[in-house]
């Protein structure tokens, strides 16, 4: 059965009538520009053909019930208990809920109309995997309010609110990248965002790749704490570097040649973290030359690069994630592999050869598994469109 058919069954099985709307917000792989979108850098994503699906109604009460059916649980809360983060009840919500409450809380200090609905969602984005199962669940909150709520707002200002919820109500002191992608996706068309002006773009995705996820099955919880630990360094970084270079705001504004300059003067665990950030930010404007030129021997070198600084300098890969990525690079037809998203744990994305996709996957389903002894998930994803009322 498909997702929108499950949400839909179940939503009857637990509402006894038909949902009025079904929403879908899709999952996210980043190409290019890792830990880069809170320092006002570039990011390369596309919106995967994963998603969050939503089925819900305007509920007669007062009260927003839904259902996990991937957890099997059930919650419900009002408008009037977000700020305490309680349910109905009066118990914490789970951490699962926080993400439609935070998104809840987020409307409603915008001003926007909330109406409590009933809604049940399931998700083929799995959690923990760098590919942004809470942005799309994020999303597909958002766009459910939306449409109940009878407000209009461009994907942007939906993802902004998005990232609101996770940064001030879970708080995880993400970019803006993620919600970004799962709202303003587009089909076979790869995203550019300058997380700086918030001004986009689309390119066209070359016919001759393909894009390929490798799932190592290992996960992390981006609440961690590490997550917001490398923000905090490259802030630091910022505020060491500006005696020197008083009108920055962020590592955007430091070129390679000044950073190395200037480096001696930070601690060493900063500055790694800040050279992450310098050298990704000059490969992410060089990736963009590169896929104008359909160069992608140069575009997939610089995937390489990035993985061996998100491994050594911003220290997020774990060795799963390394392995993937070095069975990737042997094979034929593998023009760049990197691990995708906030990292320690979860996905790499690899980009290869369409002709040798297929075979590139069986390979590396093999290698990955001779070498760590467990099955990975490999599949050939397709940009997709962002998130949408079906
Ligand atoms: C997570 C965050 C994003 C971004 C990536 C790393 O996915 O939600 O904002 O910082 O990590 O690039």
Not at 325 to 345: D, E, H, K, N
Request: hydrophobic fraction near 40%; proline fraction near 5%.
């Amino acid at each position: 059965m498909s997702l929108q058919a499950t949400v839909i069954a179940k939503f009857r099985e637990h509402f006894g009538e038909a949902p009025a709307h079904v929403v879908r917000a899709p999952g996210r792989v980043n190409l290019l520009g890792e830990h880069v979108d809170y320092n006002d850098g570039f990011v390369l994503p596309i919106a995967i053909d994963r998603a969050t699906w939503l089925a819900f109604s305007r509920s007669d009460t007062d009260q927003t019930t839904l259902r996990a059916v991937d957890l099997s649980e059930e919650i419900s809360f009002s408008s009037a208990t977000l700020s305490a983060k309680t349910d109905a009840t009066g118990k914490p919500l789970p951490t699962w809920a926080l993400y439609p409450a935070g998104v809840m809380w987020a409307l409603k200090e915008a001003g926007l109309a909330i109406p409590a609905l009933s809604g049940v969602y399931t998700s083929d984005v799995p959690q923990g995997s760098g590919l942004s199962s809470s942005a799309a669940v994020e999303m597909a909150f958002v766009l459910a309010w939306q449409t109940l709520g009878g407000w209009n707002l461009p994907p942007m200002e939906r993802a902004l609110l998005g990232k609101k919820a996770e940064n001030k109500y879970v708080g995880v002191n993400s970019g803006i990248m993620d919600q970004f992608a799962s709202a303003c996706g587009e089909q076979d068309r790869l995203l550019h965002l300058d997380c700086r002006s918030l001004e986009w773009q689309t390119l066209p995705l070359p016919s001759d790749i393909a894009i390929i996820v490798a799932d190592t099955k290992m996960r992390r919880a981006l609440t961690s704490g590490e997550y917001n630990r490398r923000r905090a360094n490259c802030e630091e970084a910022v505020r060491i570097l500006r005696e020197e270079l008083p009108g920055i705001t962020s590592l955007r504004d430091v070129d390679l040649e000044t950073f190395n300059r200037l480096a001696s003067r930070l601690p060493e665990r900063v500055e790694k973290r800040a050279r992450h950030v310098v050298e990704e930010i000059e490969r992410s404007v060089h990736a963009i030359l590169l896929l104008e030129q359909g160069d992608m021997v140069e575009f997939g070198k610089l995937l390489n690069q990035c993985h061996a600084s998100l491994r050594d300098l911003y220290e997020v890969s774990i060795p799963e994630l390394d392995t993937m990525v070095s069975v990737a690079q042997s094979l034929p037809g593998c023009y760049g592999a990197r691990l995708t998203g906030a990292g320690f744990g979860g996905c790499t994305v690899n980009v290869v050869a369409r002709e040798q996709a297929d075979a590139f996957s069986s390979a590396l389903a093999a290698g990955y598994e001779v070498q760590t002894g467990f099955p990975p998930e490999i599949y050939i994803c397709s940009a997709s469109r962002g998130a949408e009322l079906i």
